[in-house]
């Protein structure tokens, strides 16, 4: 059964710090790995999409890297603002059927 | 182009009660998604449809129902509604498994 953890639960950076969000998923048949944001009270929108035979995306300050074989992703966020407080959720997608199994999430809090 | 929409924004619910979600795209996606979001248990999915006119369950399917009314329409009905089911509902939808999964604003719902 496909799991997916995300380490830390929550984590507090002052502002203009670079930061690494961390995800780990037990089976490395996958398509993609996605990373997704949540706001307090809103649905979930999608930062970064990585295909099983990419490395990495990039979009702004946001970079994701992908490790199959090890079964590891991170989210890597420069300068980080305050805008940036947010949950961020990654999710896989497994090879065997149309399914997309997410990690509990990651609570970060950008203090100015 | 709205995206994913979902109806109602909130509900409130006794116990034994029917109601059906509805869920809409106009990005002539052909997998759409019900999930449930609660505390301290992440993202969980309901039932998905990778194609107009096909069902599957997903991790949490007891008590609920789905209906793929066409291309763009994936509803949820629950048929007698539990304090269990109390719950945020998002409706999610994507063209194939390789592409970007979005996101409905999600229908919070109470069942006392």
């Known amino acids: 059964k496909q799991e997916v953890t995300q380490i830390p639960a929550a984590l507090s950076v002052p502002e203009g710090e670079n930061l690494v969000l961390n995800c780990s998923f037990t089976d490395s048949a996958i398509y993609n790995l996605q990373w997704f944001r949540q706001d307090p009270g809103k649905g979930l929108t999608s930062l970064l999409l990585i295909q099983s035979s990419q490395r990495e995306q990039t979009s702004g300050r946001l970079n994701a890297s992908l490790d199959k074989s090890s079964g590891r992703s991170t989210l890597y966020i420069a300068a980080s603002q305050p805008g940036d407080s947010a949950t961020y959720l990654c999710?896989?997608?497994?090879?065997?059927?149309?399914?997309?199994?997410f990690g509990p999430g990651t609570s970060l809090s950008v203090i100015p | 182009n709205a995206g994913v929409t979902q109806t109602p924004k909130f509900q409130v619910l006794k116990t034994g009660q029917s109601m059906t979600l509805q869920c809409a795209q106009d990005m002539n996606h052909n997998s759409m998604y019900w999930y449930r979001q609660d505390p301290g248990m992440g993202l969980r999915l309901i039932y998905y449809?990778?194609?107009?006119?096909?069902?599957d369950k997903g991790e949490v399917p007891n008590g609920y129902n789905v209906s793929r009314l066409n291309k763009r329409e994936f509803s949820l009905r629950l048929e007698s509604a539990a304090p269990s089911q109390t719950s945020v509902y998002f409706c999610?939808?994507?063209?194939?498994?390789?592409?970007?999964?979005?996101f409905g604003p999600g229908t919070r719902l109470t069942v006392l």
């Open positions: 449809s990778a194609s107009e006119g096909t069902t």
């Open positions: 999610a939808s994507r063209r194939g498994l390789l592409d970007t999964q979005y």
């Open positions: 999710a896989v997608t497994k090879t065997s059927y149309d399914k997309v199994i």
